[in-house]
Structures are given as structure tokens and as C-alpha cells.
């Protein structure tokens, strides 16, 4: 008999029994509604333990990776430990502060080493400590196996709580404490001919740095179409280093784009929001696997623009940056 | 032994087939996508392959009470007989998509219709 533990608590399952019957058995209430292993209301995790295939159908690979379950018709194979979806169960560690570099006048980058083992998917994103507790996240640009350390693109905000003290407090050689890995936004393997869209703007570029780069070390094949905006040409970044990636892969595409066209426009800048200019060029989308990151309105926007351009809902990943503007 | 309804559509897999053309086309019809403004889009499909099984005959545990609850708010905010005959017209539209036959687009059909009342609150 499998035991399922929630909330710290050992309860046994008997047999035939999904977790959601045994952990409704016991008076735990577990949101649930069709119980058909559809509606995926009862949406959980496996911390420990893995849960069966048979739980998982239908539900985002992303998610399957993550060991998302549906509770309702998970009869579990082994022990579990399990947490309702959302609930973040994240380990606080310290890292060293390696690095820090300006990509672009207002774009820092910071590279960081945690101090233990540290397993994550480029594109997802952690969460930063200042000492006295303030806390914000920064998607990962940097992409395990292949990068030491970990690489945030941390935009410094005119009054930004967290950034300005990035900016002006932290330094090589400092420990802060960091949480994570959380967020679903990253590339998972297979489907390699699959052609990929990934649209973001300011530093959404971060977690598609990652994504983009981890696609290539993973051989994928299929055309990667990368369109990155800003307010500005002065607020584009990696410019040079997309550039030289999309000379080294024939399959790589960059577009940069800016919505005011400024003095120093370079050649080879779109003047269109980059959220556009993806539509404008690919109008069809049936059949790619799409990554949208930065501007919450913008991701919003061009999720359903490219579900009715045709693209599955299964293979539209999303990182909506919200920004908080608090002085607390 | 009669196939069922759900069995005769295609089961899991026309569920799956249906759900992204039904949503598409919720989303572009512009007598009921004011209801959909600003919902979580990847919830919403959830729900709506729940509905989809629902209607296809398929393995549910959906009650009335469930069906009021679920659109109590917005039968606040309007929702009326026009909107469910807008959706009914364009799940037919969906399974017309997909090949199904027009006998079994009506039996569907006559399944989301079973919900008229309860989803109205009525």
C-alpha cells in the first residue's frame, strides 16, 4: 500500500485507490471537479515520487516534467509526497555573486554560483533575496551543462526597490539567497523538426536566451524564429551575440525590433512592435511551439493571437514579467 | 453490444481533436468572446474538454449544481439563451469540421441543450 504524504502528513492508500479518494478519505479537501481526469482542477505535484503516466495525460510537457498529476486518477505506483499545484515547495540557498556587467544602459547582467548542486531548465526563473527580505524574480538566461553559473538580466527601474540595489549594493564576491527553480517556460526535447517562435521584449530575452540556446545544444532542427523588442534600439541587447549565433546555425532567425525608430537605427532593425512583426511574418502558426516572454499585456495579447493563428495551446509556453512597483 | 455515442465520435482522441478548434472558434465569435475576456486560457480548455467529454457522451461526474456554480457570474453579467444557442451552433460547427455525422452532431447537440436550464440558472 502506496502512502501519500500532504502537508507533512502520512496517509495510506489502499488499493484501487486514487490519491484524491484517499486524501478525501482521510478530511483533506483537495479542489476537484470532473473526476474523469479532464478539467484538471485537482491539479497536484510530485515532489517525491513519480506519479503514473496514466495521471498525466493531456496535460502540458512541461508540466509532465515537473511531475504535474491529476489527482483524480492518479493511482499512485509508490509512495508520494505531494503538493497542491502552485504551491511552491522551494529550498532557499545562498549563491556568489561571480559577475556583473552592463548588457545595455539600463540591462545588468549577473552571473551567480550556488553553493549546492543547483538542477533547473533554462527559461524558468528564481527568486532573488535582498538581506532584508525583499524579494523579486529573474528569469535564468544561462543554460545548465553548458553555463557555470547561473546568468539573470536584472533591467534597472528608475525608484526599482530590488534593482537599484543591484545596481548600486551588490558585488562580486557577496552572498545572497536565492529560491527556485519555478516556471514552466522551458524547451523539453523531442519534436526536433518542429519550427519554434519565441517573442519577448526588454529582458523577456532572458529566459529565450536560455531557451534558444538550449534548443541548439539539443540538436533541435526545425526553424527557431526569434523576435526581440524594445522601446528602442538602445534597449536591445546581445545584439552581436544573436547575430554571431544566427551566422554559426542555419536554422536560427533573429529579428530585432524597436518600436521608435531611434538615431542610431541600425541596419537590420524592425520598426514594428516585435509581437507584430512575429504575426506580420508568420501568419500561420498551426503546428509551432511558441515561447512569449516580458510585457505581461504583450504575452497576453499574442497568447490568443497565436492560438487563433493556429498554434496549439499545448505548445504555446508563456513568462508574463509582472513588475512590482513598491517602495515597501 | 450497441456502441455508445462517446465510442462512435472517437472517444479521448476526438475530444482532444475538438477542443482547440471549439476554443478557436469561442474565441473568434463575437457574440460570446466578452465572456472569455481575460480568463486563464490553458483553465479554460480544461473546462471546456470537460464540457467537450460531457457532450460527447463520454466518462463525466457533472451535475446540475455544478453547471450553476460554474456560471452563476455570469448570468450576472448577461448570459442568456442567444449566448448558449451561439455556443451549441458552434460546437456543431466544430464536429462538422471533423467529419462527424449530422445524426450524432444532433445527439450531441441534444446533450449540451440538456444543460440549457442549469447553466442559466433557471
Known amino acids: 500500500m502506496p502512502v501519500i504524504t500532504y502537508d507533512k502528513q502520512p496517509y495510506a492508500c489502499e488499493d484501487g485507490e486514487t490519491v484524491l479518494q484517499c486524501l478525501t478519505r482521510h478530511g483533506v479537501a483537495i479542489p476537484s471537479s470532473c473526476e474523469s481526469g479532464v478539467c484538471q482542477t ?56 561571480m559577475a556583473k556587467s552592463a548588457l545595455n544602459d539600463d540591462i545588468l547582467r549577473i552571473l551567480l554560483k550556488p553553493a549546492q548542486p543547483f538542477d533547473y ?18 528569469s535564468l538566461a544561462s543554460v545548465p551543462r553548458q553555463d557555470e553559473c547561473l546568468e539573470l ?26 529560491e527556485g527553480p ?20 526588454g529582458t523577456g530575452l532572458a529566459p529565450l536566451w536560455g531557451v534558444l540556446r538550449d534548443a541548439l545544444a539539443q540538436g533541435h532542427r526545425g526553424q527557431i524564429h526569434l523576435f526581440h523588442g524594445s522601446y528602442s534600439t538602445a534597449g536591445l541587447y546581445l545584439v552581436d551575440e544573436l547575430r554571431a549565433l544566427e551566422e554559426a546555425h542555419d536554422n536560427f532567425i533573429y529579428t530585432p525590433c524597436a518600436d521608435e525608430p531611434g538615431d542610431d537605427m541600425n541596419a537590420g532593425v524592425t520598426c514594428e512592435r516585435a509581437d507584430l512583426a512575429a504575426l506580420a511574418a508568420l501568419p500561420d502558426l498551426k503546428s509551432w511551439r511558441i515561447y512569449l516572454c516580458g510585457h505581461p499585456d504583450m504575452v497576453d495579447v499574442m497568447k490568443k493571437k497565436a492560438f487563433l493563428a493556429g498554434a496549439s495551446l499545448s505548445d504555446i509556453y508563456t513568462d508574463p514579467f509582472v513588475y512590482s512597483m513598491t517602495s515597501s | 453490444m450497441t456502441q455508445s455515442l462517446y465510442d462512435k465520435i472517437g472517444g479521448e482522441a476526438a475530444v482532444n481533436a475538438a477542443v482547440d478548434i471549439f476554443y478557436r472558434k469561442v ?19 480544461a473546462k471546456q474538454k470537460a464540457f467537450l467529454t460531457f457532450a460527447f457522451g463520454g466518462p463525466n461526474n457533472y451535475t446540475g449544481k455544478d453547471m450553476r456554480e460554474g456560471h452563476a457570474h ?49
Open chain 1, 42 to 97: 485537482c491539479l497536484m505535484r510530485g515532489v517525491q515520487g513519480r506519479p503514473p503516466a496514466a495521471a498525466q495525460q493531456g496535460l502540458k510537457d512541461t508540466l509532465q516534467a515537473q511531475h504535474y498529476f491529476m489527482a483524480c486518477v492518479c493511482e499512485p505506483g509508490e509512495d508520494m509526497e505531494v503538493v497542491l499545484a502552485g504551491a511552491d515547495v522551494t529550498h532557499l540557498l545562498e549563491a556568489e555573486v
Open chain 1, 121 to 138: 531548465k533554462a527559461g524558468q526563473f528564481i527568486n532573488l533575496y535582498r538581506p532584508d527580505g525583499v524579494v523579486r524574480s529573474y
Open chain 2, 74 to 122: 455570469l448570468v450576472e453579467r448577461g448570459l442568456n439563451d442567444s449566448h448558449v444557442d451561439a455556443v451549441i451552433e458552434d460546437l456543431g460547427a466544430t464536429l462538422k469540421e471533423l467529419n462527424v455525422p449530422d445524426e450524432l452532431i444532433a445527439e450531441v447537440a441534444a446533450i449540451a441543450e440538456s444543460v440549457r436550464d442549469d447553466v442559466l440558472g433557471r
Open chain 2, 27 to 45: 474565441l473568434a465569435d463575437d457574440r460570446i468572446n466578452g465572456f472569455f475576456e481575460g480568463v486563464d486560457m490553458e483553465k479554460q480548455a
Open chain 1, 153 to 178: 538580466h536584472v533591467r534597472v527601474l528608475p525608484g526599482g526597490n530590488m534593482s537599484t540595489w543591484v545596481r548600486d549594493e551588490m558585488h562580486p564576491g557577496d552572498t545572497v539567497a536565492i
Open chain 1, 182 to 201: 519555478v516556471g514552466d517556460c522551458f524547451y523539453v526535447p523531442g519534436r526536433p523538426e518542429q519550427p519554434i517562435l519565441l517573442v519577448g521584449t
